[in-house]
């Protein structure tokens, strides 16, 4: 099992990793929308989805994955009316590649972020 840290991400402010390697597997831990060492979030969900999806490439490039070894992926979403932004620029991270995934509705995130995304990928 190993810790995985990315130097492209602030260092997590609470009791956790950037992602944890473990049997072939990197679990990546729910990464919001921040920037490195940002404390202001993008404005709008389609900056926020752009930005959490590159924080959790972050992490998979950190384990030496990649996107295209994404297993599954949960949407952690603020809104549901939001949606149809945050598929469509999820839609176009990805590409014709697609994990499995879950959309949660939840009324607030930490930080008041619109979106958090956690994930499972192939080492």
Known sequence: MNIISSDSLSTPAGHYSHGIAACGLVFVSGQLPF???SRVLPEGIAAQTLQALHNVEAVL????????????????????ALWPEVNRVYAQFMGDWKPSRAVIPCPTLHHGA???????AQA
């Open 35 to 37: 920037a490195k060492d």
């Open 61 to 80: 490039l950190a384990a030496g994955s990649s996107r295209e070894r994404l297993l599954s992926v949960q949407v952690y979403v603020t809104d549901i």
């Open 114 to 120: 619109l979106i958090e995304i956690a994930a499972i």
